[in-house]
T-cell receptor
Framework: ETGVTQSPTHLIKTRGQQVTLRCSSQ?????VSWYQQALGQGPQFIFQ???????GRGNFPPRFSGLQFPNYSSELNVNALELDDSALYLC??????????????FGPGTRLTVL | RKEVEQDPGPFNVPEGATVAFNCTYS??????FFWYRQDCRKEPKLLMS???SGNEDGRFTAQLNRASQYISLLIRDSKLSDSATYLC??????????FGKGTTLSVSS
């Protein structure tokens, strides 16, 4: 296993509500990235945090926000939930060195259902 | 045009077959390339990195052609346990991984 953990495993919310998802990165990793995976699609990049600062953002609206803490764990917050936000939310941790082999290691994900 | 495009699936093959997946990417500035494997309702797991010189890991061989912006994965002697979705992944600027939609492989006995 990758050592990346996420909570909760599953979550059911209703439209308009807010949700917070949590991720603990692999020991020694200082970078956390969040992805959204809709059914039948590949994961889509939401944003990345490096040393507590946002370090890149995909094509997601501002109601998707995040935090990274001094221990490199991270939260993803989604406000004003919409039905289309139903997806598997994946957290990935990494330790970028600039090498071509740098990659990211994924946690088990949080499955969010919006009713 | 999507940034990473993969062969449409699913691929249904018998045990022992050789199967090849292809992938193209649109951004010539892409720096690194990977194949990930994803089992049903699980997280993606790194299968292998892909280098211009080609690389092999047991029954798996990956190739990269930068001029054609083309990536391939060959699986020899398919096993039942190879059944999964294979995701072609490109890293452009060291931050975001850009995923293809995935190709589903089903190996049957």
């Amino acid at each position: 296993e990758t050592g990346v953990t996420q909570s909760p495993t599953h979550l059911i919310k209703t439209r308009g509500q807010q949700v917070t998802l949590r991720c603990s990165s692999q020991s020694g990793h200082n970078t956390v990235s969040w992805y959204q995976q809709a059914l039948g699609q590949g994961p889509q990049f939401i944003f990345q945090y490096y040393r507590e600062e946002e370090n890149g953002r995909g094509n997601f609206p501002p109601r998707f926000s995040g935090l990274q803490f001094p221990n490199y764990s991270s939260e993803l917050n989604v406000n004003a939930l919409e039905l289309d936000d139903s997806a598997l939310y994946l957290c990935a941790s990494s330790f970028p060195t600039g090498a071509l082999t740098d990659t990211q290691y994924f946690g088990p994900g949080t499955r969010l259902t919006v009713l | 045009r999507k940034e990473v495009e993969q062969d449409p699936g699913p691929f249904n093959v018998p045990e022992g077959a050789t199967v090849a997946f292809n992938c193209t990417y649109s951004n010539s500035a892409s720096q690194s390339f990977f194949w990930y494997r994803q089992d049903c309702r699980k997280e993606p797991k790194l299968l292998m990195s892909v280098y211009s010189s080609g690389n092999e890991d047991g029954r798996f061989t990956a190739q990269l052609n930068r001029a054609s912006q083309y990536i391939s994965l060959l699986i020899r002697d398919s096993k039942l346990s190879d059944s999964a979705t294979y995701l072609c992944v490109v890293n452009q600027a060291g931050t975001a991984l850009i995923f293809g939609k995935g190709t589903t492989l089903s190996v049957s006995s």
